[in-house]
């Protein structure tokens, strides 16, 4: 009989598809499988022909692009000179993708399709979870995981007299945790210390702490949304930059919330402990995110994403550790395939944090050993932010436009995005981590040609970037669209906007003020009124059409709006103007940045 050993590869850029990878992995391993789970990257590609089976698990980033730890090994997958030798490897493709964005789930299928190209069977049909489904990821995830186990265990049965039970799961925590009985010498925590480095080269291992220099509200104090414009000195780091990039940001949790979490499940903050690795698939966190030995107060600090909205697997841990008769079967249901409905309700839909959850559950929350928190709790992501300046005009500073994140649900406590809160309550002089990452959007082409920028809202953060380096190149040529809701309230760079306008540098087409009337006006209905403008630009003088921001409907009306001034304008029909989009998305010449 073929060796029971059950690889498992993960691609994910913020901890979801790694997540799913474990959980397949525990499955397995509750079979019997010998199992490994790595990030593909970390998996060698020439071992890949001699690998029996495979389970991949991707997600997708930026626009339809690979996370980050799955580049290096999608990249030696595509090499044309590969041979189709992979006809020994069975395998199974398993995407997390959000159909609110135009390439769903494109990695995914572009895997599936390229191992088959290289001769590896599927043994299961792909499966592509939607974040975007009622259910979430799990609608398809959950059945998906079933589907494979059982077609595992067909495929390759226990040897005779083996007997596997589902009553047996026991998760052990990754970590094992030392007490230690001394208090750290340098109180300093890691977020405060730069990690050394070699000038300029910066990634999320080895973030810079750029210092704030200026943390400004940028809307009125009455608007309904506090957006910060904030400056950041990076005047030692080396760093450079270029418009479109974007920068990753890692955040803490506010001290407020700390205490909440440490009162609650009676820790000492002040506690010394050491982390040692108790499962070999993992590794230590690095040393920029939480040092070792810390104390329980970093760790809560700096590393615990106990703000987050939990994913399946923290039911699961609950469920073993839970004792009480009443929260047990409440989280066993919770972690089963038929309570999706009601972990929906509970969690997903209102949006129910960690904490609230262990607070829900406290009889459970109070048995958790130590070292299970580093595995109910993810590592903190850090968040993306589109640079708002021009290295080449703004020099030594780093500007960024960031939307404070709070909304209602339907519990009490407003919902607050960890990092948009954590950079807002910081005063200047603070340190903050952070790290320049290639954007999406690429202005190199443009040279002098006209550019069309459509950046409603924060979506503008990008192209002031873009502007500011043309006046430094003294190239004009610039249009703007903007879109907010209120002239006097969230009207961002209105006062710059005006300035350059007057030295000829920039033209800022009547701004789409949503509420400011009766009837909603949006970016696009801009677009359609100055249709003569964006033709003559993008048709006549060869020119760019850029648009950045909110990824909702956005976007899909944007290029609506494009079709029609195409069609009004240059006068063509429909599937023309549909045809020219296309081929203006080929050519570079139409690109875009947005997010959800
Ligand atoms: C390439 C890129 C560039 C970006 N540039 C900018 C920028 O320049 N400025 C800027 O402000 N943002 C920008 N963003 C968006 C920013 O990264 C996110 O808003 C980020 O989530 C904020 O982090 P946070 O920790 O405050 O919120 P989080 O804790 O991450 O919470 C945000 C999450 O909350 C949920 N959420 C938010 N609002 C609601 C709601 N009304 N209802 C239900 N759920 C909701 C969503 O799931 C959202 O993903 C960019 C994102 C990307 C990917
Ligand atoms: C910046 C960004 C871009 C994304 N782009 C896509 C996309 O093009 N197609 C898609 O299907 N999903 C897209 N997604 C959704 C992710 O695939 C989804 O959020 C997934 O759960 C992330 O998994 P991870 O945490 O393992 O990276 C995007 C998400 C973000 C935050």
């Not at 979506?459 to 006097?488: H, Q, T, W």
């Not at 033709?535 to 059409?545: N, Q, R, S």
Request: net charge negative.
């Amino acid at each position: 009989m073929m060796d029971r050993q059950l690889v498992i590869l993960y691609g994910s850029q913020t901890g979801t598809a790694m997540d799913l990878a474990k959980r397949i992995r525990k499955q397995g391993k509750l079979r019997h499988f010998s199992t490994s789970l790595l990030a593909m990257n970390d998996f060698p590609i020439h071992r890949l022909a001699s690998t029996p089976l495979v389970v991949f698990v991707c997600s997708v980033t930026g626009q339809g692009d690979e996370p980050d730890n799955m580049k290096t090994f999608w990249r030696a997958l595509r090499r044309r000179d590969l041979p189709a030798v992979l006809d020994d490897v069975q395998f199974a493709v398993l995407g997390i993708g959000d159909s609110s964005y135009q390439n769903f789930n494109i990695t995914a299928i572009r895997l599936d399709r390229r191992l088959r190209k290289l001769g590896a069977r599927p043994f299961v049909k792909i499966g592509l979870a939607d974040e975007s489904h009622d259910h979430g990821i799990d609608f398809v995830a959950d059945p998906w995981i079933a589907q494979l186990m059982d077609t595992l265990m067909e495929k390759f049965p226990l040897p005779p007299g083996q007997e596997f039970s589902l009553q047996d799961e026991t998760i052990q925590p990754s970590f094992n945790v030392h007490f230690l009985s001394e208090k750290p010498v340098e109180n300093k925590s890691w977020s405060e210390k730069q990690m050394p480095r070699k000038s300029g080269l910066y990634d999320a291992d080895h973030p810079f702490q750029a210092t704030l220099i200026s943390n400004k509200r940028a809307t009125a104090e009455d608007h309904f949304q506090n957006v910060r414009f904030m400056k950041f000195d990076l005047a030692s780091s080396g760093m450079s930059y270029a418009p479109g990039d974007t920068v990753n940001v890692f955040p803490k949790n506010l001290p407020e919330a700390v205490y909440e979490l440490l009162t609650f499940l009676e820790l000492d903050g002040d506690q010394l402990i050491s982390l040692s690795i108790n499962d070999e698939d993992f590794s230590l966190p690095p040393h920029c995110r939480l040092s070792n030995p810390c104390t329980i107060r970093e760790a809560a600090t700096n590393y615990w994403d106990f703000q987050g909205v939990p994913r399946k697997s923290f039911f699961e841990l609950l469920t073993q550790i839970a004792q009480d008769e009443r929260e047990k079967e409440r989280l066993t249901e919770f972690a089963s395939a038929a309570g999706a409905n009601d972990l929906f309700d509970y969690c997903f839909r209102p949006r129910r944090n960690a904490l609230e959850i262990l607070q829900d559950f406290s009889d459970t929350a109070k048995r958790i050993s130590l070292p299970y928190f580093f595995d109910l709790f993810p590592p903190i992501q850090a968040r993306a932010f589109s640079i708002a300046s021009s290295a080449r005009y703004h020099k030594d500073e780093l500007h960024l436009l960031v939307a404070v994140v709070e909304y209602k649900t339907k519990l009490h406590r407003p919902r607050k995005g960890l990092c948009s809160n954590w950079l807002a309550s910081l005063q200047p002089g603070r340190p903050v981590p952070l790290w320049v990452k290639k954007g999406t959007i690429k202005f190199e082409q443009t040279k002098d040609k006209p550019v069309v920028m459509v950046g409603p809202g924060t979506g503008v953060a990008p192209f002031r970037s873009f502007i500011y380096e043309r006046v430094s190149l003294a190239i004009g040529n610039s249009i703007l669209f903007f879109g907010c809701r209120n002239k006097a309230k969230d009207f961002y760079f209105e006062e710059e906007w005006k300035v350059l306008q007057g030295e000829g540098f920039l033209t800022v087409l009547p701004p789409a003020f949503s509420r400011d009337q009766e009837e909603k006006v949006y970016v696009q209905d801009s677009i359609r009124k100055a249709g003569a403008v964006v033709v003559k630009a993008l048709v006549e003088d060869e020119g760019f059409f850029y648009l950045a921001g909110s990824a909702n409907s956005m976007p899909k009306e944007v290029e609506a709006a494009l079709k029609t001034v195409l069609c009004q304008h240059a006068d063509m029909k429909e599937e023309e103007a549909l045809e020219y989009i296309k081929q203006l998305v080929s050519e570079g010449r139409y690109q875009t940045e947005t997010w959800s």
